[in-house]
């Protein structure tokens, strides 16, 4: 199947938002059910968030309906992205996703930490209002004031898109993107840890586990000044070259609590 069978009225860019919706919906209702059956609950690691799952819903849709599905079909309308050849190169395909993965940690960790963050526009740009979530209810990965969502979702996934050339039409291309991208944000929100077994065992299943953690934004959200990159599934360049790692901010913190006492 290519983006020509999609029929005449399903732009490719509505395409790739309803696939979005389902990974994300999808993922975060599993997750919702794991919550509420105690299924896996050895890896819950944090309390659920005292906000609901209904609570979250209508302003995680507001943002996915009003900000995300008009923006991505202007960047078709305008050209920019998911318009061009039905398969990209097996090269550019690599350099695509390649792209996407260092652009999204660049473009996001920019807003995210040197602007959402600022004292003087943490309550006016409302990130205040996903930081009143715990990164313990999957969906909550979403729940945002509509400019945080513009400049934390939106633009770190659109920009480098376009950036790369805007993935073709590449069905594969996109779906994987935004599927994957969904997963990210929907674990790293749940209060679900999938590598604390892991992490108690030899290097390999620890090096493995330090891949699969969902603990660098779960301490982004109850520390608020550490890794600002996307967690799970992120390059987390940034944090690492900016030294906001969870893991490299704990022994400067240490070392200044000592000094003090
Ligand atoms: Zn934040
Ligand atoms: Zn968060």
């Known amino acids: 199947m290519t983006a020509h069978d999609l029929p005449a009225w399903?732009?490719?860019?509505?395409?790739?938002?309803?696939?979005?919706?389902?990974?994300?919906?999808?993922?975060?209702?599993w997750f919702e059910w794991l919550d509420r059956t105690g299924r896996l609950s050895t890896y819950k690691v944090r309390p659920v968030d005292r906000w609901t799952y209904a609570q979250v819903l209508p302003r995680v849709l507001f943002n996915q309906v009003f900000?995300?599905?008009?923006?991505?079909?202007?960047?078709?309308?305008?050209?920019?992205?998911?318009?061009?050849?039905?398969?990209?190169?097996?090269?550019?395909f690599i350099l695509g996703m390649l792209g996407m993965t260092i652009g999204h940690d660049l473009v996001q960790y920019f807003s995210h930490a040197w602007i959402l963050h600022r004292p003087e526009l943490?309550?006016?740009?409302?990130?205040?209002?996903?930081?009143?979530?715990?990164?313990?209810?999957?969906?909550s990965a979403c729940f945002m004031s509509p400019m945080d969502f513009l400049m934390e979702i939106v633009a770190p996934y659109l920009i480098p898109l376009m950036l790369v050339g805007g993935g073709g039409a590449d069905l594969l291309f996109h779906f994987f993107t935004v599927s994957a991208g969904a997963f990210g944000g929907i674990y790293e929100h749940s209060g679900y840890d999938f590598s604390v077994k892991l992490a108690q065992g030899g290097p390999v299943a620890r090096?493995?586990?330090?891949?699969?953690?969902?603990?660098?934004?779960?301490?982004h959200h109850s520390r608020g000044n550490v890794s600002y990159s996307d967690g799970f599934g992120s390059s987390n360049i940034c944090d690492t070259v900016f030294k906001t790692r969870w893991d490299l901010v704990k022994p400067r913190e240490r070392r200044r609590n000592s000094q003090e006492a």
């Open 10 to 29: 399903l732009p490719l860019s509505v395409a790739v938002w309803l696939v979005q919706m389902v990974a994300y919906h999808g993922f975060g209702l």
């Open 67 to 92: 900000l995300l599905l008009p923006a991505m079909m202007l960047a078709q309308w305008a050209g920019l992205a998911y318009v061009g050849a039905d398969h990209l190169s097996p090269l550019m």
């Open 122 to 139: 943490m309550r006016t740009l409302g990130h205040s209002v996903h930081h009143s979530t715990t990164a313990s209810r999957s969906i």
């Open 207 to 219: 090096f493995v586990a330090s891949r699969i953690s969902s603990k660098a934004h779960a301490e």
